[in-house]
């Protein structure tokens, strides 16, 4: 784990009235962090291994191979992590001058690094479709101009290749250094420092602006959706100048199974030591069960411990669910700890005592909500009046004590941006345009306040 992160107040950073600047320490190898994305140094035998030998079926995962040229010019260097539905490469694109891109007029010709996502046979054409190719080339098409767009991961490049185990669709976007969730190890105790939760939380607002302005509905922003971007991609290409992979699977050195590939995160590698933090942005990616505005592609949305009080009531719902989901997740950058449980006195997660917890927290549920809910889930909650009819919980802690120890005018200001992203009435929540002007993101971290 870092031993310390040096504050230097410099020079004003913008958008915000930020001077601070957040420096590595050069002692950041020494980090024992856990990293999910690492690959354990037991690697045979191990039929559960990463992905798992089983997803590699007809209509399943397709096995890529270190070396291999996809669509005549991505070469494959790495294997970059998995998800359930696919599985991600660090390519090298053979011919950086003459391929077609997405948006031919952005200046991606020379790029050589690229991230390819290689879909399941199962996500097209297999009758469990999802749309993240549709949605993708609609976000990146539509205005490259807007603030946001630099925050969203966006498509470069998309084809399709044929397997052993079916038709894959792969997705060529840009290389990300490591997810949110990873970035918060290198953190003690997993905590954000509060000058990158505030720029990450604009950024993050300018690209569900974009999102929103463009019909589409993310519906599940979660820590490993929220990818770190690489500052400078040179550092990468030394890197693997300097570096070996790891071998393929049909080697003693690999996995278990004839498939499997370990993954080589570049988490420890994407910026060099006493690199300015401030300078490390995010984007928002995995855009595989958004949904359009007009027309919902699921209705089982959302990680169920960010999800918006009209999710759980089984309400009609849209882009605010969004603004909901962010607001969940802000306070855990800071404290490290979901802003919500669900667990009963049993254990077990139950809806009812989320949506008390929510109540507790927040503000009363409002009449007009309650009603539009699935009556088998809000009857047993609430009564008559729109009040819990039977508390369950045994303590609750307020957002003031959970923030206790910032800055009383910061604490403040924060706090009505928490109570901003999470109102409970939908028709009331703030969208995120506005949220980008909000009091909180003029807070100047150089003289508190």
Aim: aromatic fraction near 10%; charge should be negative.
């Amino acid at each position: 784990m870092i031993s310390q992160l040096i504050l230097v107040l410099r020079r004003r950073y913008t958008p915000f009235s930020f001077k601070a600047k957040f420096y590595l320490s050069p002692q950041r190898a020494m980090s024992t962090s856990p990293d999910p994305h690492s690959a354990p140094k037991k690697l045979l035998n191990d039929r559960n291994f990463e992905e798992g030998e089983i997803r590699y079926h007809k209509g399943g995962f397709h096995p890529v191979r270190l070396g291999e040229i996809y669509n005549s010019k991505y070469k494959v260097l790495r294997k970059l992590g998995y998800g359930r539905y696919s599985t991600v490469w660090l390519v090298k694109n053979q011919d950086p001058l003459t391929h077609n891109t997405v948006l031919a007029n952005h200046n991606n010709r020379a790029q050589k690094l690229w991230a390819m996502k290689v879909l399941s046979a199962e996500c097209y054409g297999a009758g469990t479709d999802v749309f993240e190719l549709e949605i993708m080339q609609h976000l990146t098409e539509k205005n490259p101009e807007h603030e946001g767009y630099p925050y969203i991961s966006t498509l470069h490049d998309s084809f399709r290749h044929e397997g052993p185990n079916g038709s894959h669709v792969c997705l060529i976007m840009k290389v990300m250094g490591e997810t949110l969730s990873t970035f918060a190890n290198w953190f003690d105790n997993r905590q954000i420092p509060h000058p990158l939760v505030h720029l990450y939380s604009w950024q993050l607002l300018a690209a569900l602006d974009y999102a929103h302005s463009c019909g589409v509905i993310h519906t599940d922003i979660q820590p490993r959706n929220i990818m770190m971007k690489i500052p400078d991609e040179s550092v990468i290409e030394r890197y693997l100048e300097t570096s070996e992979p790891v071998s393929n699977p049909d080697t003693q050195e690999s996995a278990a199974g004839s498939n499997v590939v370990a993954t080589q995160s570049l988490r420890d590698v994407y910026f060099p030591e006493n690199f300015n933090l401030m300078n490390v942005h995010v984007a928002l990616g995995d855009w595989g069960v958004a949904s359009w505005v007009d027309r919902h592609l699921t209705e089982h949305i959302q990680p169920v411990l960010l999800r918006s009080p009209e999710v759980l009531l089984e309400a009609p719902w849209g882009p605010a669910v969004d603004i909901w989901n962010l607001g969940a997740l802000v306070p855990e950058m800071i404290y490290a700890q979901q802003t919500f449980s669900g667990e009963s006195p049993e254990g077990k997660y139950s809806t009812h005592q989320h949506l008390e917890e929510i109540a507790t927290l927040l503000e009363p549920f409002p009449k007009s909500l309650l009603d539009k809910g699935n009556r088998e889930i809000v009857k047993p909650v609430f009564d008559e009046d729109g009040n819990i009819s039977e508390k369950r919980l045994t303590r609750s802690v307020g957002l003031e004590q959970r923030f206790k120890d910032m800055p009383d005018n910061e604490r403040n200001k924060f706090i009505e941006f928490v109570r901003a992203l999470m109102t409970v009435d939908p028709e009331k929540r703030e969208s995120a345009k506005v949220l980008m002007d909000h009091p909180w993101f003029k807070y100047d971290y150089s003289i508190g306040g």
